[in-house]
C-alpha cells in the first residue's frame, strides 16, 4: 500500500517507486500504446519551468522518462528567453519528450489547426527537439476522447489515452479521481496515464495549494522586479535598487 502520498519531491518519488515496485513501466506517449502494467506520465506545465526541471531530475535519476506539456501562451514565463530555453533544453537532455500544451481559447476554432502547427514548430525551435505530441489546456468537451492524432501530433486526449488508458489527474493539487495506487487501473494492472504538474510537487515540504499559488506569486514578482531592474534606469517609488 502506498502511503507516502505528500505534494512534495519524496511524496512524487514514492509514487514512482510504487508504481515500479508493482511491474509497472513507464513510456511515453510517442513510442508506445497503451498496455499492461504501462505507466505514461505527463506534465502540463501552466506555471513554472523551474518546477519541471527540478521534477525531471528526480525521474531521470529513477530511470523514469515522461513527456512535459508546455504552454506556449503562458502569461508566467517565454519560451524564447534565455532561462526558458536552457530549462527546455535540460528536460530533452535528462531524455524526456516535450510537447505542447494548447489553450484552446487562445485561438478561433477556424484557425486552430494552423495554431497549433505553428506553435509547435515554435516549441521545435526552442527545445531542439522535435514536437510531435500534445495535451490541451482547458480543452473543450468535444476534444476529449477524440481523436488520437491532430495535425499529425499526438493527442494525450485521444481516445486511446482516456478509454484505452486510465486516466488520473492532480489538476486542483489533488487527485481528482482518488490515490492512483487505490484505483482499479493500477490494482488490475491496466494502462495508466498519470496526470500531474510540477508546481504540486517541487518543493521539499508539503503545504496547501492556495500557499503553493502564493509562493509561486512572489517568484514571479521577485523575477518581474529584477527584469525591470535589468531593463530600465528608472526608478520606481516603493522598489529599493
Known amino acids: 500500500?502506498?502511503?507516502?502520498?505528500?505534494?512534495?519531491?519524496?511524496?512524487?518519488?514514492?509514487?514512482?517507486?510504487?508504481?515500479?515496485?508493482?511491474?509497472?513501466?513507464?513510456?511515453?506517449?510517442?513510442?508506445?500504446?497503451?498496455?499492461?502494467?504501462?505507466?505514461?506520465?505527463?506534465?502540463?506545465?501552466?506555471?513554472d519551468l523551474d518546477a519541471a526541471v527540478t521534477i525531471a531530475k528526480l525521474e531521470a535519476a529513477q530511470g523514469i522518462s515522461a513527456s512535459y506539456f508546455i504552454l506556449t501562451s503562458a502569461p508566467f514565463y517565454n519560451i524564447f528567453e534565455q532561462n526558458s530555453v536552457?530549462?527546455?533544453?535540460?528536460?530533452?537532455?535528462?531524455?524526456?519528450?516535450?510537447?505542447?500544451?494548447?489553450?484552446?481559447?487562445?485561438?478561433?476554432?477556424?484557425?486552430?489547426?494552423?495554431?497549433?502547427?505553428?506553435?509547435?514548430?515554435?516549441?521545435?525551435?526552442?527545445?531542439?527537439?522535435?514536437?510531435?505530441?500534445?495535451?490541451?489546456?482547458?480543452?473543450?468537451k468535444e476534444l476529449l476522447r477524440g481523436p488520437d492524432e491532430i495535425c499529425g501530433l499526438i493527442s494525450t486526449y485521444?481516445?486511446?489515452?482516456?478509454?484505452?488508458?486510465?486516466?488520473?489527474s492532480d489538476s486542483t493539487g489533488a487527485w481528482r479521481f482518488g490515490m492512483p495506487t487505490e484505483q482499479e487501473a493500477f490494482i488490475n494492472g491496466g494502462p495508466i496515464q498519470l496526470l500531474t504538474h510540477p508546481i504540486w510537487w517541487h518543493s521539499e515540504e508539503e503545504v496547501a495549494p492556495e500557499i503553493r499559488l502564493r509562493e509561486f506569486l512572489e517568484m514571479q514578482y521577485a523575477r518581474t522586479i529584477s527584469g525591470i531592474k535589468g531593463n530600465?534606469?528608472?526608478?520606481?517609488?516603493?522598489i529599493e535598487g
Open 232 to 238: 530600465s534606469t528608472v526608478a520606481i517609488d516603493g
Open 158 to 168: 485521444g481516445k486511446k489515452w482516456m478509454v484505452d488508458a486510465a486516466y488520473m
Open 1 to 47: 500500500m502506498f502511503v507516502g502520498y505528500q505534494f512534495n519531491k519524496e511524496g512524487y518519488s514514492n509514487l514512482l517507486s510504487t508504481f515500479a515496485e508493482n511491474g509497472y513501466r513507464f513510456e511515453t506517449f510517442d513510442i508506445s500504446n497503451p498496455a499492461p502494467k504501462t505507466c505514461f506520465i505527463r506534465h502540463d506545465i501552466d506555471f
Open 86 to 140: 536552457a530549462a527546455l533544453r535540460k528536460l530533452a537532455s535528462l531524455g524526456h519528450k516535450i510537447g505542447l500544451h494548447y489553450d484552446v481559447t487562445q485561438t478561433h476554432e477556424s484557425d486552430m489547426d494552423k495554431a497549433i502547427l505553428k506553435e509547435a514548430g515554435w516549441l521545435s525551435n526552442a527545445s531542439g527537439q522535435k514536437c510531435e505530441m500534445m495535451s490541451f489546456h482547458r480543452p473543450l
